[in-house]
């Protein structure tokens, strides 16, 4: 039979089983024990030690397998935190009773009661004494031997995804003790966890092209936040020194493995701080969020060994350039010898770049997948980081770094710019890119610099991306492997779009 034909038989079973006085949607089922606390206290047991057991008990889950014996049969019911097996026996459960097990198929929810034994191959087994339909499964789980493989259904169906895959639900519990850790290790540093409005009057924070909606009551357009950068920075400015947010962010650009339109980042702010010393905090972190999962600083992600041992490698934009793109020293003080030297790697340029951006299209296109080991990049041009504060020895370059960690960004941070009159000349300088036709220069945020104008003490600030960061704490390949629901074009709306995504963690 097809689906149809299943789906037909399915609804024919519940209706019938309705028409007999069965409850087929009950909400009164009340549960004891989860099948991992079960095999865990009592999996070590022989049968002579579980026939003094006498507590009986009561689980709920998704029948997964069924293997038939005539008047007998064995179940395998699956809950949140693992499978257990149940036995069902005519002649213990009754006619009635037993004759509502015929009726059930692999993928209903069912609730069961009973004694706990061994199997004669040593397998902890539930023998039922009590069995209810709670929900009828009406469309087949996908074919048993090989699992939902189709990687687009399992994005688009995401709830198959987990009933099927274990280890997609165990992607997914990490990166909830990957956020927990986090949270914990700032707030035992004194950080405060705040919320910044997602829907902000002007897209700031970032280099990055947002998404705009009208609001109808305020009557103007508002943007989906791109970064909560500057609303944290106030937040600095008006005395909560050390802050953080765990945030959802949306950028209207492209998808890939590395980029989804809404993504997770965790952005904090610490007062009587510089660049530097976030690299320290953010070694701090990683590695203890890495000896927490892992229990040693050597991970394998995709196959390459990654060590996190402190202190990990600090190389400055142009000497990664030199180092990994086999740029001549000299070309990185010319704009034109920069320009040919990209042109050289097929990075064109339409001519109106200045210098800085023309070096950091050669560094995102040929160094970053050379960055393996973790790696601090410091020192970043002017001209891309239009909320870092200037280098006090040279000014052409920012306080600023970025984490890569097998040729991805995971990590953003620099000093803040504090300095009013010199953060309204950058916002300038971002309106002639903007102008010029950059659609992801910033605006002028004037209630930003009044901000500035009352004192935001010296501060420095970081961005985490925590999808890339789960990427590489659970090897998963795609960004899409660690978002629960990841963005797709609809089925009906044509061939997916090519274009590359900005970068996640880009604050400026």
């Known amino acids: 039979m097809d689906d149809s034909d299943l789906f037909k038989v399915r609804r024919e079973k519940i209706e019938a089983l309705a028409a007999s006085g069965v409850e087929t949607y009950p909400n009164d089922a009340k549960v004891t024990h989860l099948s991992r606390q079960i095999l865990d206290a009592y999996g070590q047991m022989d049968n002579e030690a579980l026939e003094k057991v006498e507590e009986r008990f009561a689980i709920a889950g998704r029948i997964m397998a069924i293997r038939n014996f005539g008047k007998g049969a064995f179940i395998a019911v699956q809950d949140r935190k693992g499978r257990i097996q149940v036995f069902i026996r005519k002649d213990k459960v009754g006619d009635e009773v037993f004759a509502l097990f015929k009726s059930l198929d692999v993928g209903d929810i069912v609730h069961l009661t009973g004694r706990i034994f061994k199997t004669r191959t040593g397998e902890l087994t539930i023998e039922a004494e ?68 997602m829907m902000q009057p002007m897209a700031g924070g970032a280099m990055a092209k947002p998404f705009k909606t009208h609001h109808n009551a305020l009557g103007q357009d508002l943007y989906l936040r791109i970064a909560p950068e500057l609303y944290l920075k106030r937040l600095v400015a008006g005395g909560m020194e050390r802050v953080f947010e765990l945030n959802r962010n949306f950028r209207n650009e492209g998808v890939s493995t590395l980029h989804n339109p809404e993504f997770t980042m965790m952005e904090f702010y610490m007062a009587y701080a510089t660049y530097e010393d976030l690299m320290t905090l953010t070694e701090e972190l990683i590695c203890g969020l890495v000896l927490e999962i892992f229990g040693t600083l050597k991970v394998t992600y995709q196959g ?125 300088m971002q309106l002639e890119q903007r102008e010029a036709g950059d659609e992801e220069a910033h605006g002028m945020d004037e209630d930003y610099i009044m901000a500035l104008e009352y004192g935001m003490p010296p501060t420095a600030g970081e961005g985490i991306g925590i999808d890339r960061l789960v990427m590489l704490l659970t090897d998963s390949p795609s960004i899409r492997d660690v978002i629960l629901f990841p963005h797709m074009r609809r089925r009906d709306a044509g061939e997916p779009s090519k274009t590359e995504g900005d970068e996640e963690t880009k604050r400026s």
């Open 304 to 428: 390459t060994e990654l060590d996190f041992t402190p202190p990990w490698t600090r190389v400055s934009v142009k000497e990664a350039l030199v180092k990994y793109a086999g740029l001549d020293p000299a070309g990185l003080e010319d704009r034109e010898k920069a320009v040919r030297e990209a042109e050289k790697r097929g990075i064109l340029f339409e001519g109106k770049e200045p210098i800085g951006k023309v070096l950091m299209g050669i560094f995102d296109e040929v160094v970053e997948q050379k960055l393996i080991q973790p790696t601090f990049v410091t020192q970043y041009p002017l001209e891309v980081s239009p909320l870092s504060r200037k280098n006090s020895r040279n000014p052409e370059f920012v306080d600023r770094f970025e984490l890569y960690i097998h040729g991805r960004e995971i990590a953003n941070a620099f000093s803040e710019l504090n300095d009013p009159a010199d953060q309204k000349n950058r916002f300038l």
């Open 130 to 197: 009590g069995l209810r339909l709670l929900t009828k499964c009406l469309r087949p789980l996908p074919e048993k031997w090989h699992g939902l493989t189709d990687v687009e259904i399992r994005y688009r169906k995401r709830y198959l995804d987990l009933t099927v895959n274990p280890k997609v639900k165990e992607v997914f519990e990490a990166r909830s003790r990957i956020i927990q850790f986090i949270r914990t290790f700032l707030h035992d540093r004194d950080f405060l966890e705040v919320e910044t409005p």
